[in-house]
């Protein structure tokens, strides 16, 4: 399969990537109006016109205003099981009619580029309809919009959510990427020919975005004992480079296998970190009650790329990896051949 069948759901906004990534715009699948809330039936019932649910039940699920609708206590409580119900519904029928659809796949982590690694897997599938691309903001993003079944997997760093929310979540670690050090060419140690991460000390990590959103950059100046600095507004790559470059002792972390933005390395000094190496670690994550059709081939997909890039190889004496448990393996819900 080509990159034909990866298409894109929504804006590229800022994105790394650019033309050439085999990506295509497509439609994503419309979410519930607020208008509409309402109307979802009741398992024990229909809903009446005043709001309660029927049968037995009898729990007022919105109240209506002149003006609006607004949703009661029970009605919060009653939304989000009734979208994930709609979601299996779906996923059911189109079971029943044999249809095939594209995987509805959210990507983040966009400063690291992820769709390097989604093109390469979407290459290496056999069966299935393709995979239709959506933009997600960050892994507890990605994780709401699975739990409603609006998605299908989503592919990212995945790390502890803390709110319960894991249980219901498989995942796969698909990827170990090493990342080098990115520096102003005018930093004390712009001429290195390598790095180690204690080398770097006497610097101050810049943050890209918030950094409760960027749990590997926060682990790794723990980790290495470095100076970190409150992030400034998220405005974008190129305003995150030109930062780098007017801070002399800023430095921040990129996968190595992904360059920069065409004319914004001007300024700037790339160095491969040794002694151990960082590896950032990308995970395919899904709902265990509706990973939806297609999902599995996903799976056997990067598996197959994985094994042609030599994706999952780790040494605990070289490199340095903050989940370090079982970096070739999976949680609960996965097996290593890819299946699901």
């Known amino acids: 399969m080509t990159t034909d069948g990866c298409r894109w759901r929504g804006r590229c906004g800022g994105s790394r ?9 497509g439609g994503r699948t419309p979410r519930i109006p607020a208008r509409r809330r309402g109307v979802v039936p009741h398992p024990a019932g229909p809903l009446q016109a005043d709001g309660t649910a029927g049968g037995g039940a009898r729990a007022r699920l919105f109240e209506r205003g002149g003006r609006n609708v607004t949703l009661t206590e029970a009605g919060s409580r009653f939304l989000e099981p009734a979208r994930a119900l709609l979601a299996a519904g779906a996923v059911a029928v189109a079971a029943v009619r044999q249809e095939a659809r594209p995987v509805r796949l959210d990507v983040w982590g966009h400063l690291f580029a992820p769709l390097r690694t989604v093109r ?5 599938m056999v069966g299935g309809a393709g ?4 933009r997600g903001r960050d892994l507890p993003a990605a994780a709401a919009a699975l739990l409603r079944g609006e998605i299908d997997a989503g592919f990212g760093r995945h790390h502890p959510l803390g709110d319960g929310r894991d249980a219901a979540l498989a995942h796969r670690l698909v990827r170990l990427e090493p990342v080098d050090a990115v520096l102003g060419a005018g930093h004390p140690l712009a001429g290195a020919d390598s790095l180690r991460p204690a080398d770097l000390r006497g610097s101050r990590l810049l943050y890209p975005a918030a950094p409760e959103r960027l749990d590997f950059l926060r682990r790794f100046a723990a980790r290495f004992g470095i100076e970190d600095e409150a992030a400034a507004a998220n405005l974008g790559v190129e305003h995150f480079l030109d930062r780098l470059r ?6 921040s972390l990129f ?14 000094r790339v160095v491969p970190l040794t002694d151990p190496t960082p590896l950032y670690a990308w995970s395919l994550v899904w709902s265990r009650e509706h990973g939806g059709p297609g999902l599995a081939a996903l799976l056997r997909g990067f598996a197959e790329a994985g094994r042609r890039n030599r994706w999952l190889e780790y040494r605990p004496e070289r490199d340095w990896l903050p989940e370090a448990t079982d970096p070739a393996g999976t949680d609960a819900g996965a097996t290593r051949d890819g299946s699901a």
């Not at 990537?17 to 715009?25: A, N, Q, T, W």
């Not at 390469?120 to 290496?124: E, T």
């Not at 995979?131 to 959506?134: A, K, Q, R």
């Not at 996968?255 to 700037?268: F, T, V």
Request: aromatic share 2%; charged share 25%; net charge negative.
């Open 17 to 25: 990537s650019g033309p050439g990534e085999g990506v295509r715009r």
């Open 120 to 124: 390469r897997a979407v290459d290496a």
């Open 131 to 134: 995979v239709e691309v959506g």
């Open 246 to 251: 007017n801070t002399p002792d800023g430095f």
């Open 255 to 268: 996968p190595a296998d992904a360059p920069l933005p065409s004319g914004a390395a001007e300024g700037l």
